[in-house]
């Protein structure tokens, strides 16, 4: 028989056609015993239903009925689809579909949020409560501790398509330059990224700790011979701060590479990549980043075709320049990070770009001293709208100058032993970088939290749902 159409998909082309529609009742109205009106939602796409009590249509019982479901259960409707002259408020789709048929397939408690007040703008909110509306703003807390229902918006189900959306693109265009992807563990024996923000754990007896990046494991594929590896998954930060761009998980993109003259083949491909993704976002995600746009409203995101590359040292004098005190051997604090990205888009019109050739003292134990000047180091951070998505650089190959470089970091050598003789049968010049997957959604959409932008976030505070 009839097939199944999605709501999304309910257009002017079916007018006077039979469909068959599954989604959840958003809201229900009845106006007096022969007529009700039902917002039917399918993953964030909305259609006005109607049920006209009439001899060849509905039954006054099943108005009844109708009237009586409760919001956000499930219904499965069969009707024709009209269109009507004048614009549906409060549905996405322009055209209603007349019911022939109604059967209730899950039936939903009593809401602890209302997905409608949810789904709001701050501006529609402050509209709503000036005209005296009765309306709850929905927190943050409220929202995560209800996640399945907060997911339901329309914003939401599109910044985890964007996101999905992120992952492929990575994944295929690392895949066109010659890259494998791996898996590296997560259960680790000793921190791959220096000792404090580690979740140590007992394995069968044995200190172990969950993997902090696939940082040492990665660097182990290219002695593996793989050459170019690229891996995506789970990265675990034991972190104490409670900020907007925090988690105590994450979702990792690594990159790892032959270098075979200069760090900079690492930033080609960073440039490459993130030109490619951004455009693609913008090219195929269009109804997605509308739909995000809608609720929190944010500017297109400024990139070059060719992606700027500071040095450190300009950027430390852009910030002199405007009166910042900066050490030009310390790392940039956030304040002085969100400061440069205003001044790189003054100058150089762009809302992303590469922070090169950082002081080593600020850098993990296996980045590679510049050449020329070991207190600076072959390294590089890449921001959006000011703030952090990646660091990257080139790595110590050589295995005597590596454990040195650990021990002068105060890390336990004994505990990256096998990290560490890895380089001792033959290991070629190479580099790489790690990107936060929840932080690129985050700035390019220009969200203010980054637990928006991660379905089931875990900070110091949550573990749950
Ligand atoms: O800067 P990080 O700590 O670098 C590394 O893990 C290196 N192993 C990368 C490399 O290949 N050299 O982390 C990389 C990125 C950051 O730029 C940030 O986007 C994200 O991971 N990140 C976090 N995202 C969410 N919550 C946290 N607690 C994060 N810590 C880092």
Known sequence: GLKWTDIGALTEDLKDQKVLIRGRAQTIRAVGKNIAFLVVRQMGFTVQCV????PDLVSRHMVKY?????????????????????PIKGATQQVEVQVRKLYGISKAENLPINIEDAARSESEIEKALQAGEQLVRVNQDTRLNYRVLDLRTPANQAIFRVQCQVENIFRQFLLSEGFVGIHTPKLIGGSSEGGSAVFRLDY??????LAQSP??????????DFGRVFEIG?????????????????????????????????MDIVDRLFVAMFDSLNENCKKELEAIERQYPFEPLKYLRKTLRLPFQEGVQMLKEVGMEVDPYGDLNTEAERKLGQLVLEKYGTEFYILHRYPLAVRPFYTMPSYDDPLYSNSFDVFIRGEEIISGAQRVHVPDFLEKRAEACGIDVKTISTYIDSFRYGAPPHGGFGVGLERVVMLFCALNNIRKTSLFPRDPTRIAP
């Open 204 to 209: 069968k007896g044995q200190p172990a700790c």
């Open 51 to 54: 049920l006209t009590v009439a």
């Open 234 to 266: 789970p990265v675990f930060r034991a972190e104490d701060s409670f900020t907007h761009r925090h988690l105590c998980e994450f979702t990792g993109l690594d990159v790892e590479m032959e270098i075979k003259e200069h760090y900079f083949e690492v």
């Open 215 to 224: 940082q040492l494991h990665k660097q182990m594929a290219i002695c593996g």
């Open 66 to 86: 109708a009237t009586g479901l409760s919001r956000e259960s499930h219904v499965d409707i069969e009707g024709i689809i009209s269109v009507p002259g004048v």
